[in-house]
Each structure stands twice: as structure tokens, then as C-alpha cells.
């Protein structure tokens, strides 16, 4: 941590510098092995991010529901402790495996290279990973994702894009969640929106509820458009 000997210092602003390189470097590594094997096996991997409690998992559950006569889902989920988030998902008829950390406050591609060991990901069309929840360490680690996607509630405040620049500028789609909770909160959509946006112009927004299904179909369809057109490209360079 360093402090800014400028103006900045002055206003109080205290600048991080990134001193964890030669850790980057290496999960860089491992990221594309990763890439390159999901390449290989037609798979689709998306990185889940979000603040805990966004509603991350109760997404995958709902997805699952969904999806699982479509195509063949697994997910792996990263916590520090407790196998709560993966017991969760299977019971909405999925595959999943818990990475628990043991205090790590985000996923490295390692541990997902490690969890992909673990299961059989044959005929797998669609591999989640959902990250750690919050908003800042798993922003800087690369899993080899083809898509990061990055959850905004409701009920988190829709200042938080330009708090947390670096999860916003990084990820493909950013899905306000718990758009059920609008009428009640000072919250909105075109702010949020605005902000993330402004870091990263590409960002594609949607608004879902997985409560009451809000959102959720047209979310489902943007997967299976991202699994078909990852299947096609194979198809075309084989
Ligand atoms: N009102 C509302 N609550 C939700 C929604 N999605 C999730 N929740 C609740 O938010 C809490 C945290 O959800 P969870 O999926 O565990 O979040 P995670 O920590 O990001 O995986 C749980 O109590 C969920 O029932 C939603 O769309 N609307
Ligand atoms: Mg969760």
C-alpha cells in the first residue's frame, strides 16, 4: 500500500499499488490452460461475481431449473467455508462442487483447474464458476472464463460501479438482480447503468428477479445463444 505524495494524499486518497505480480503472472498461466481445455471440450465457462449476498446462487438454482433438459450444466462454487451454496444447487438438479477456500477471498484458476479434476466434464455444454462473493479481489484473477458476469443488487446502492471500477471494466454482463425490491428502494436502474457504463461502454445490462422469474428467460437465452455460437466456432475451425 502506498499513499500518494500528491494532491491526492492531501484530500485523504490512498492509491494500492498491485504487489502481487509474479501471483498474477502465474494464475495467467493457469487461466489459459484452462481456456484451452474448455476450448478443446466445446465447453462454455462463465464467471459469476458479485458482492456476497447479491444473489448469485439462488441465480444458478433458478438457472439450473431452467436449463438442465437443455443442455448438460455443472457449477463449481467458491466460499470460505461450508458446503451450503453447492447443496443448494444439486437440489435444483445440477452437478455442483464446492471450492472452499479457507479464508481466500476469491478464486484463482488453480482451484478451478483442481475442481475441474474433479468432476466429469464430458458432454458438460455449460460450466459456471461462482466467485467468492465481493466485489474486489476476484476482479483481478483471470479463470479462463469465455464470459464474466457480474451480479448488482438492488439493495447494494447503484453507486457502487465507479467504487469497484475494476469488476465493472472486466466483465461482459452486468444483471441487476432483485429488480423485485425496486418499488421499496432509492435505487435505479439508468444510474447504475450510467456508471457502469461509463467504465466500460461494451457492458451489456439486464434486470432479473429470480424470486419472481423477472428477467430470467431472456437471461437463459443469452446463455444458450453464448453456448450455441462457442459451438458453432468449434464446428467451423475443426
Ligand atoms: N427479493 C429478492 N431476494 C433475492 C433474490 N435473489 C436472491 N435473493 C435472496 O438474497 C439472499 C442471498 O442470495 P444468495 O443467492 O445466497 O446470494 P449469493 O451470496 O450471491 O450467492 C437470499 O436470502 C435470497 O433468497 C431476488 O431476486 N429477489
Ligand atoms: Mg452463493
Redesign the pocket.
Known sequence: MSVEKSSKAARGTVQCDNSSFSLLKANDFMAENIRKTVKEKNILLINIT??????????MQETAKRLKDKLKMKVLVGDLETER?ADRIKEAGVEALQIVTGGICHLEAQMVWQAMDQIDLEGVDLLFV?NV?NLVCPASFDLGEDYRVT?IATTEGDDKPKKYPRMFLTSDLMLV?????LPYLPFTVEAVTKDARDINPDLEVME?????GQGIDEWCNWLLAKVKEKQEAKAVTA
Request: a negative charge.
Open positions: 458479485s458482492s456476497a449476498g447479491s444473489g448469485k446462487t439462488t441465480l451454496d461462482e462473493g451480479l438482480s432483485k429488480c423485485d425490491l432479473i428477479a429470480s424470486t419472481s
